[in-house]
Nanobody, 118 residues
Framework: VQLQASGGGLVQPGGSLRLSCVAS????????MGWYRQAPGKQRELVAL???????TYVDSVKGRFTISRDKAKNTLFLQMDSLRPEDTAAYYC?????????????WGEGTLVTVSS
């Protein structure tokens, strides 16, 4: 399984970006998909998760500003980011998890860099 993330870039504070993550397989086979981010000198943190048939969850710092969604027809995961702040600057990674009993298959895409600066 390969995940290809894109959509990062340089944006001014208050601006918007939409990240995309295209999977090489049907995302219907992925029980949970999500976005993580890692800022320079910091640990990777969860940004948002969306399970199959479940409600999306977000880290408190992005609630009301970011929206995660998945398009099964395009095998793509999205992260719409609005009202961006300098503290959102980070490399953003998409993740997919396939759960089968006690087995968890965990897949990561390469990061896409988001820089929020004036």
């Amino acid at each position: 399984v390969q995940l290809q993330a894109s959509g990062g870039g340089l944006v001014q504070p208050g601006g918007s970006l939409r990240l995309s993550c295209v999977a090489s397989v049907s995302i219907s086979s992925m029980n949970i998909m999500g976005w993580y981010r890692q800022a320079p000198g910091k640990q990777r943190e969860l940004v948002a998760l969306i399970p199959i048939g479940g409600r999306a969850t977000y880290v408190d710092s992005v609630k009301g500003r970011f929206t995660i969604s998945r398009d099964k027809a395009k095998n793509t995961l999205f992260l719409q980011m609005d009202s961006l702040r300098p503290e959102d600057t980070a490399a953003y990674y998409c993740n997919a998890k396939s759960l089968l009993g006690k087995r968890i298959d965990d897949y990561w895409g390469e990061g896409t860099l988001v820089t929020v600066s004036s």
